[in-house]
C-alpha cells in the first residue's frame, strides 16, 4: 500500500505561523496594555533565546525544534503588543489630549473636504497648536468637527473652508463617549482606532479661518480629492435618473455614499447585496481584470512585464486611495499585488499564504484593523470561497454553459456566507434570506455599470459619448434599484431582530465549520464534534430564553434631547416618551432597537403585567416611579410620600429641595431631554442635600432592575 503525504497547510502557508501569534499580541496589549518596558524586556529576551538556540549543534536543535517554534511564536506575539503599543497617539507626549485645558483655543487643519450632514458639516482635522494664556504650543492629533449650517450662510467662508484650510477654534472639545443604550454600537471603540478621541460642535461665534498662508496641502493628497470630484461631476452630469441612481452610480465607483438613501441602503443590506455599493475585494476584482485585459491590447506595454507589474500595482492602489481606502479594499490591493509579483518573479503561491501574509502586513502597518468589521467580514468570505466553493460546485454537473455559470455564481455566494453569516449576525442582528437570488442578478450586473461608469468618465470629453453611456448607466442602475426593492418587499426576504452574543457566534462558527468539513470529508469525528456543539448551542439559546422570560426592568435611554423610557416585562415592553419615536426613523434604529433586539422584546403593548399608570405615577412590579416631564405643583398633605425613581424629563421648572419637602427620594435619573445648564443645576442640589442621582447624558443609559 502506498502511503500519500499531504503538506499540513502551515506548511504551505508559513505566515499563518507568523499571523497568528501577532493577532494574539494585538489582543493582549489592548485589553491588558503593557507598559513600554515590559514590551522591549520580553522582545529583547526572546530575540536573544532565538540567538542562542542558534548556536546549538544542528542535532540538538532538530531535536528541540518545538521550542525553537515556540520562541519565533513568543517574539511575534511581542511584537503585535509593540505594534499596537506604537500605534496609540495617548502614547506621545505631544499628543493634543495630554496638554489641552478647558478654555485653551486650538489651530487645526481641516485633512478632507466636508461632508454634508442633516444639521452640520462634519469634517476631521488634524490639530496643530494649542493656546494657552498667550503661549503657543505645537501638538498632534486627530479631532472630529461638526460645523452648523447656520455658521457657513456666507458664501466667501464656504468657499475657503475645505481641505487645506487651518481654523481657530474658541469652543472646548468634548470627548467622544458611548450612549450607554443596551445592545447600541460602540462608537468611542470605533472613533478611537481612527485615533479620535475628541469632537466639537462649532457655530458662527466658536471658529475663525486663519487668513495668512492658510492652505497646506500635499500635492497627492490635492489630486486624489481633485480626482474625486472630478468623477462626481461627470456622473452627475451625464447620469440624469433620480437621486438614487445617481447615489448608487457614486457608491459604485468610487465608495462615495453620502447621497445614498438611507431605505435604500437598508433595502440592499436585506437582500444581501450590500457588498455592491461598499467598495470591496469584489470591485478590485473587477478593475484587475479589466486592467489585465487592456495592458494585453496595448502592444508596447505587452512587451515588457516589468512595466506592465508598474502599471497595474499603480492603478490597483492608486483606486484603493481614491475609494478611501477602506480594509476590504486595502486587503484586496495587497492580496492582487502579491499574485500580480508572483505570476511575474515566482511559482503560483499558496491562496492562504497569501491571504495570512497580506493579513500580517495590513495588522503591521495598522493593528486595530483587526476590530474593523470590513477587515474581517473581507478574510472570511474569500477564505470561504477558498476553502469551500470548488466542493459544492462539484457537488452539481451541469452540461450547459449558461446554467454551469449561474451555479458558479450560486457556489461563490454560499461559500462566502458560510464563514461570514454568524458575524453578519452579530454585527447587524439580520439575515438575508433570499441573497443567492438578489446575488445572481444584482453581481453581474454592478460589475457591467462598473465597466460602463469607467468608461463614462474616461471618455465623456468625446461629443456624444458621455450622454449614451450615462444614459446606459442610470438605466442599468435603475433596473438594479427596481429588482433589489422588489425583492426586498417579498414576505421573509430577511430574518431580522436576531439576538447573537459573543459566546453564541463562536459556538455558531465551530457547528457550521466541523458540519460542513464532515459534509466534504464524510468524516465522523467532524459530525461528532459539530452535533456536541449544536447542543452546547442549544442549551446557550434556550438559557437566554429563559432570562428574557424573567427580566423585568425599566430602562431610560440616552437619545439627546429626546424622552424615551421602556418597561419591560418578558419579551414585552412599554414605551413612554416622545410620539416621533414610535415611529421607524433613524433615532429608533440607531438606540432604540439594538436594546430591545439585545434583550429579545418582540412586542410593544399599551399596557404590560405589573405596570400600573396613574397620573405622573407609575406602580411597576411594587416599585413606586414617578415622572416629571412638565412644571408641577404637588398638593400632598400628610406625611410624605415613598418613591423609588424619580425621572425628570424636557426641562421641567422644579426645585429638588421643595420635592423633599413633599417626597422621600430613592433616586432621581436626569434624561437627555434636559439641557445641560439644568441638569448641572439640579446636580449641585443634589449633592447639598446628598441625594442618589444618575445623568443620562453625562454617565449613559440607567437601567433600573425593578424585580430586585
Known sequence: MVHTYTIPIWKKAPFIRLLLPLVVGILLQWYIKYSLVVIIAALLAF??????????????????????????????????CFLTWQNDIRRVASWY???????????????????????SYKADALVELIIEDGKIIPCKGKLLLYFSKDSLNISSRTIELSYGTRVIIYKNLQPI???????????????????????????????????????????????????RAYILTELRSFV?????????????????????????????????????????????????????????????INKSKIIQLVLL??????????????????????????????KQFFKQASIYNSLAASAFLLLCYNPYYLWAVGFQLSYLAVLGIVVFQKTIYNLVYIKNKLVDKIWQLITVSLAAQLLTFSICIYYFHQFPNLFLISNIIAVPLSAIILYVAIALVSFSWIPHIGMYLGKIVGGLTWLMNKFILLVNVIPFAVWNKITAT?????????????????????????????????????????????????????????????????????????FVGDSMLLEENLLTKLHLNPARISLQLNSRENSIINLFHSNLFYHFNNKRILI?????????????????????????????LELTKKINLTKIVFDSSNADWKIKKWIEECRLLNLNYHSVPDSGTFIYYSGT
Open 97 to 119: 489630549g495630554n496638554l489641552y485645558h478647558d478654555g485653551n483655543f486650538m489651530v487645526v487643519r481641516i485633512k478632507e473636504p466636508l461632508i454634508e450632514k442633516t444639521k
Open 628 to 656: 416629571i416631564d412638565k412644571p408641577i405643583v404637588l398638593k400632598i398633605s400628610g406625611p410624605k410620600i415613598d418613591i423609588d425613581l424619580l425621572i425628570i424629563s424636557k426641562n421641567p421648572t422644579l426645585n429638588i
Open 502 to 574: 459573543i459566546l453564541s457566534t463562536y459556538l455558531l462558527y465551530i457547528v457550521v465549520i466541523f458540519f460542513t468539513i464532515w459534509i466534504i470529508h464524510k468524516n465522523k469525528n467532524y459530525f461528532y464534534v459539530g452535533l456536541v456543539t449544536s447542543f452546547m448551542f442549544t442549551i446557550l439559546i434556550a438559557y437566554y430564553s429563559w432570562q428574557t422570560f424573567n427580566q423585568q426592568q425599566l430602562i431610560v435611554y440616552n437619545i439627546t434631547q429626546h424622552q424615551a423610557i421602556d418597561f419591560v416585562n418578558g419579551n414585552r415592553y412599554q
Open 240 to 300: 440624469r435618473y433620480s437621486k438614487d441612481e445617481l447615489a448608487i452610480a457614486e457608491a459604485l465607483l468610487i465608495g462615495y455614499t453620502n447621497d445614498l438613501d438611507k431605505d435604500l441602503v437598508q433595502a440592499y443590506s436585506n437582500t444581501g447585496v450590500v457588498h455592491i455599493i461598499a467598495i470591496s475585494g469584489m470591485h478590485l476584482g473587477l478593475i484587475y481584470i479589466l486592467l489585465l485585459w487592456i495592458f494585453r491590447k496595448i502592444p508596447l
Open 313 to 342: 500595482l499603480s492603478c490597483l492602489w492608486l483606486f484603493s486611495i481614491l475609494t478611501g481606502a477602506a480594509p476590504s479594499v486595502l486587503r484586496a490591493a495587497v492580496m492582487f499585488s502579491f499574485i500580480a509579483i508572483g
Open 177 to 227: 463617549k458611548n450612549s450607554g443604550n443596551p445592545g447600541a454600537f460602540n462608537y468611542e471603540q470605533y472613533a478611537a482606532f481612527q485615533g479620535i478621541f475628541h469632537h466639537v460642535f462649532l457655530k458662527k461665534k466658536d471658529w475663525d479661518i486663519i487668513t495668512p498662508n492658510a492652505n497646506r496641502t500635499t500635492g497627492f493628497n490635492q489630486f486624489i480629492f481633485s480626482t
Open 47 to 80: 530575540n536573544i533565546s532565538f540567538f542562542l538556540f542558534l548556536l546549538l549543534p544542528i542535532a540538538l536543535r532538530y531535536k528541540l525544534k518545538t521550542l525553537q517554534g515556540s520562541i519565533i511564536q513568543l517574539i511575534f506575539i511581542s511584537l503585535g
